[in-house]
Protein backbone atom coordinates (compact mmCIF):
# COMPACT_ATOMS: atom_id res chain seq x y z
CA UNK A 1 0.00 0.00 0.00
CA UNK A 2 1.56 3.24 -0.71
CA UNK A 3 2.52 5.31 2.19
CA UNK A 4 0.67 8.53 1.67
CA UNK A 5 -2.41 5.82 2.34
CA UNK A 6 -1.29 4.15 5.10
CA UNK A 7 -1.30 5.01 9.05
CA UNK A 8 2.33 5.30 9.12
CA UNK A 9 2.32 3.97 13.31
CA UNK A 10 3.75 0.22 14.17
CA UNK A 11 0.58 -0.37 15.94
CA UNK A 12 -0.60 -4.29 14.78
CA UNK A 13 -4.03 -2.86 13.99
CA UNK A 14 -2.98 0.07 12.13
CA UNK A 15 -0.64 -2.76 10.09
CA UNK A 16 -3.78 -4.51 9.75
CA UNK A 17 -5.60 -1.75 8.69
CA UNK A 18 -3.27 -0.96 5.73
CA UNK A 19 -3.87 -4.16 4.29
CA UNK A 20 -7.44 -5.08 4.79
CA UNK A 21 -8.89 -1.47 5.75
CA UNK A 22 -10.12 -0.09 2.19
CA UNK A 23 -13.64 -0.56 1.78
CA UNK A 24 -14.80 -4.01 -0.10
CA UNK A 25 -11.64 -5.65 1.34
CA UNK A 26 -12.96 -7.20 4.16
CA UNK A 27 -15.52 -8.52 2.15
CA UNK A 28 -14.01 -9.88 -0.22
CA UNK A 29 -12.23 -11.74 2.31
CA UNK A 30 -15.67 -13.07 3.66
CA UNK A 31 -16.82 -14.13 -0.25
CA UNK A 32 -13.50 -16.53 -0.22
CA UNK A 33 -13.94 -17.85 2.91
CA UNK A 34 -15.55 -20.24 1.32
CA UNK A 35 -13.57 -21.15 -1.67
CA UNK A 36 -11.97 -19.77 -4.57
CA UNK A 37 -14.22 -17.54 -7.04
CA UNK A 38 -14.30 -15.88 -10.49
CA UNK A 39 -13.87 -12.26 -10.84
CA UNK A 40 -17.47 -12.58 -11.78
CA UNK A 41 -18.44 -14.36 -9.00
CA UNK A 42 -17.68 -11.64 -7.09
CA UNK A 43 -18.92 -8.99 -8.25
CA UNK A 44 -22.23 -10.76 -8.08
CA UNK A 45 -21.82 -11.27 -4.57
CA UNK A 46 -20.63 -7.23 -4.44
CA UNK A 47 -23.32 -5.53 -6.87
CA UNK A 48 -22.29 -1.95 -5.47
CA UNK A 49 -18.87 -2.07 -5.75
CA UNK A 50 -17.71 -1.09 -9.22
CA UNK A 51 -15.18 -3.05 -11.30
CA UNK A 52 -12.57 -0.78 -11.13
CA UNK A 53 -12.92 -0.70 -6.98
CA UNK A 54 -12.59 -4.72 -7.22
CA UNK A 55 -9.66 -5.02 -9.33
CA UNK A 56 -7.98 -2.13 -7.43
CA UNK A 57 -9.12 -4.20 -4.03
CA UNK A 58 -7.86 -7.32 -5.57
CA UNK A 59 -4.34 -6.39 -6.52
CA UNK A 60 -3.44 -4.83 -3.28
CA UNK A 61 -4.70 -7.64 -1.36
CA UNK A 62 -2.53 -9.94 -4.11
CA UNK A 63 -0.03 -8.01 -3.51
CA UNK A 64 0.06 -8.02 0.39
CA UNK A 65 0.02 -11.76 0.03
CA UNK A 66 -3.61 -12.26 1.32
CA UNK A 67 -5.02 -13.45 -1.84
CA UNK A 68 -3.36 -15.10 -5.10
CA UNK A 69 -4.74 -15.68 -8.13
CA UNK A 70 -4.74 -19.22 -9.88
CA UNK A 71 -6.02 -21.50 -12.79
CA UNK A 72 -8.17 -23.99 -12.66
CA UNK A 73 -7.15 -27.06 -13.97
CA UNK A 74 -9.87 -28.21 -17.00
CA UNK A 75 -12.39 -28.86 -17.09
CA UNK A 76 -12.93 -25.58 -15.26
CA UNK A 77 -9.59 -23.91 -17.13
CA UNK A 78 -11.06 -20.32 -15.42
CA UNK A 79 -8.69 -18.17 -13.27
CA UNK A 80 -10.09 -17.54 -9.59
CA UNK A 81 -9.10 -15.68 -6.40
CA UNK A 82 -8.29 -17.83 -3.44
CA UNK A 83 -7.07 -16.79 -0.11
CA UNK A 84 -3.84 -17.70 0.90
CA UNK A 85 -3.04 -19.65 3.86
CA UNK A 86 -2.22 -16.34 5.76
CA UNK A 87 -5.61 -14.76 4.42
CA UNK A 88 -7.07 -17.28 5.63
CA UNK A 89 -6.34 -16.35 9.35
CA UNK A 90 -8.62 -13.21 8.77
CA UNK A 91 -11.87 -15.52 9.42
CA UNK A 92 -12.12 -15.26 13.15
CA UNK A 93 -11.43 -11.15 12.23
CA UNK A 94 -14.13 -11.13 9.91
CA UNK A 95 -16.98 -12.97 12.38
CA UNK A 96 -15.91 -11.31 15.37
CA UNK A 97 -16.52 -7.89 13.16
CA UNK A 98 -19.95 -9.51 12.05
CA UNK A 99 -20.79 -10.74 15.53
CA UNK A 100 -20.00 -7.36 17.50
CA UNK A 101 -22.06 -5.53 14.61
CA UNK A 102 -25.27 -6.91 15.84
CA UNK A 103 -25.57 -4.14 18.33
CA UNK A 104 -26.20 -1.74 15.75
CA UNK A 105 -29.84 -2.19 14.16
CA UNK A 106 -29.73 -2.35 10.41
CA UNK A 107 -31.28 0.33 8.31
CA UNK A 108 -33.34 0.09 5.34
CA UNK A 109 -30.37 -0.02 3.12
CA UNK A 110 -28.99 -3.56 4.36
CA UNK A 111 -31.44 -5.28 2.87
CA UNK A 112 -29.09 -7.39 0.09
CA UNK A 113 -27.66 -10.56 1.52
CA UNK A 114 -24.38 -12.85 -0.77
CA UNK A 115 -25.28 -16.69 -0.95
CA UNK A 116 -21.62 -17.11 1.05
CA UNK A 117 -22.46 -14.18 3.70
CA UNK A 118 -26.16 -16.52 4.44
CA UNK A 119 -23.82 -19.73 4.04
CA UNK A 120 -21.17 -18.42 6.70
CA UNK A 121 -23.98 -17.71 8.68
CA UNK A 122 -24.61 -21.82 9.31
CA UNK A 123 -20.91 -21.97 9.93
CA UNK A 124 -20.79 -19.27 12.63
CA UNK A 125 -23.61 -19.87 14.70
CA UNK A 126 -24.68 -23.39 14.57
CA UNK A 127 -24.62 -24.54 18.35
CA UNK A 128 -24.13 -28.65 17.94
CA UNK A 129 -25.48 -31.19 20.16
CA UNK A 130 -22.64 -33.56 20.89
CA UNK A 131 -24.78 -36.63 20.94
CA UNK A 132 -26.44 -36.24 17.89
CA UNK A 133 -24.96 -38.28 15.17
CA UNK A 134 -23.46 -36.55 12.03
CA UNK A 135 -25.74 -35.56 9.15
CA UNK A 136 -25.47 -34.21 5.80
CA UNK A 137 -27.24 -31.65 3.65
CA UNK A 138 -27.64 -30.37 0.03
CA UNK A 139 -28.84 -26.51 0.27
CA UNK A 140 -30.28 -25.14 -2.53
CA UNK A 141 -30.72 -21.35 -2.57
CA UNK A 142 -32.90 -21.08 -5.84
CA UNK A 143 -32.55 -17.34 -5.90
CA UNK A 144 -28.93 -17.83 -6.49
CA UNK A 145 -28.89 -20.36 -9.20
CA UNK A 146 -26.07 -22.88 -9.38
CA UNK A 147 -24.16 -20.84 -7.18
CA UNK A 148 -26.22 -21.08 -4.35
CA UNK A 149 -25.37 -24.98 -3.66
CA UNK A 150 -23.81 -26.29 -1.52
CA UNK A 151 -22.86 -28.73 1.33
CA UNK A 152 -23.53 -28.99 4.81
CA UNK A 153 -22.03 -31.75 7.33
CA UNK A 154 -23.74 -31.37 11.25
CA UNK A 155 -21.04 -32.34 13.52
CA UNK A 156 -20.63 -32.67 17.14
CA UNK A 157 -18.15 -29.80 16.99
CA UNK A 158 -20.32 -27.25 14.59
CA UNK A 159 -21.39 -27.19 10.86
CA UNK A 160 -19.38 -27.65 8.43
CA UNK A 161 -20.11 -25.80 4.71
CA UNK A 162 -18.44 -25.81 1.45
CA UNK A 163 -19.14 -25.38 -2.11
CA UNK A 164 -19.86 -29.09 -2.92
CA UNK A 165 -22.32 -31.00 -1.90
CA UNK A 166 -23.08 -34.44 -0.39
CA UNK A 167 -23.47 -36.97 -3.25
CA UNK A 168 -25.65 -39.00 -0.72
CA UNK A 169 -27.42 -36.45 1.86
CA UNK A 170 -29.21 -37.22 4.23
CA UNK A 171 -31.58 -34.27 3.55
CA UNK A 172 -31.97 -31.66 0.26
CA UNK A 173 -33.36 -28.32 1.29
CA UNK A 174 -34.89 -26.14 -1.79
CA UNK A 175 -35.84 -22.64 -0.30
CA UNK A 176 -35.22 -18.97 -0.79
CA UNK A 177 -32.10 -17.55 0.70
CA UNK A 178 -34.70 -14.59 2.69
CA UNK A 179 -36.51 -17.79 3.76
CA UNK A 180 -33.71 -19.96 5.28
CA UNK A 181 -32.32 -16.90 7.00
CA UNK A 182 -36.12 -16.54 8.48
CA UNK A 183 -36.29 -19.67 9.71
CA UNK A 184 -33.08 -20.06 11.99
CA UNK A 185 -33.70 -20.36 15.42
CA UNK A 186 -37.46 -22.39 14.97
CA UNK A 187 -37.82 -25.30 16.88
CA UNK A 188 -39.92 -26.66 13.27
CA UNK A 189 -40.38 -26.24 10.02
CA UNK A 190 -43.18 -24.58 9.57
CA UNK A 191 -42.20 -21.03 8.66
CA UNK A 192 -39.99 -22.75 5.62
CA UNK A 193 -43.01 -24.93 4.40
CA UNK A 194 -45.13 -21.57 4.49
CA UNK A 195 -42.63 -20.13 2.51
CA UNK A 196 -42.30 -23.28 -0.22
CA UNK A 197 -39.46 -24.46 0.59
CA UNK A 198 -39.03 -28.38 -1.15
CA UNK A 199 -37.34 -31.07 1.44
CA UNK A 200 -36.38 -34.14 0.11
CA UNK A 201 -34.99 -37.28 2.84
CA UNK A 202 -35.01 -36.82 6.32
CA UNK A 203 -36.72 -33.36 7.86
CA UNK A 204 -35.64 -33.91 10.94
CA UNK A 205 -31.96 -32.99 9.48
CA UNK A 206 -33.54 -29.79 7.94
CA UNK A 207 -35.06 -28.96 11.70
CA UNK A 208 -32.09 -29.97 13.42
CA UNK A 209 -30.16 -27.34 11.20
CA UNK A 210 -32.25 -24.47 11.10
CA UNK A 211 -33.03 -24.91 14.88
CA UNK A 212 -29.21 -25.37 15.54
CA UNK A 213 -28.12 -21.66 13.94
CA UNK A 214 -28.79 -19.37 16.82
CA UNK A 215 -28.05 -15.67 15.78
CA UNK A 216 -26.94 -13.87 19.51
CA UNK A 217 -29.51 -11.19 20.06
CA UNK A 218 -29.62 -7.87 18.47
CA UNK A 219 -30.72 -4.67 19.19
CA UNK A 220 -33.04 -5.09 16.59
CA UNK A 221 -35.22 -8.00 16.77
CA UNK A 222 -35.61 -8.35 13.11
CA UNK A 223 -31.62 -7.63 12.53
CA UNK A 224 -29.46 -10.73 11.27
CA UNK A 225 -26.02 -12.41 12.67
CA UNK A 226 -24.44 -12.25 8.79
CA UNK A 227 -20.77 -11.76 9.15
CA UNK A 228 -20.44 -8.34 7.37
CA UNK A 229 -24.35 -8.03 6.51
CA UNK A 230 -26.98 -7.04 8.79
CA UNK A 231 -29.81 -7.62 6.87
CA UNK A 232 -33.45 -8.41 7.70
CA UNK A 233 -34.57 -12.27 8.74
CA UNK A 234 -37.55 -11.14 10.37
CA UNK A 235 -40.95 -12.20 8.20
CA UNK A 236 -40.78 -12.15 4.45
CA UNK A 237 -43.85 -9.54 4.54
CA UNK A 238 -41.22 -6.93 6.66
CA UNK A 239 -38.58 -7.94 4.01
CA UNK A 240 -40.76 -6.58 1.58
CA UNK A 241 -41.91 -3.64 3.66
CA UNK A 242 -38.33 -2.80 4.11
Request: with cysteine; net charge neutral; hydrophobic share 45%.
Amino acid sequence: MPVQRGYRQACGVARGLDIVGERWSLLVVRELLLGPKRFTDLQQALPTASPNALSDRLRELADAGVVRRRQLPPPGNVRVYELTTWGRGLEPIVVALGTWALAAPPTAEHLFVSVDSAMLSIRTFFVPTPERPEATLRIELRDHGPAGVFGVRLTSAGAEVAHEPPEEPGAVLVTATDALLAAFGADDLAGLVAAGAVIIGDPEVVRRLVAGVRVPASTDQYSTGIPGQGGRVGSRQRLRES
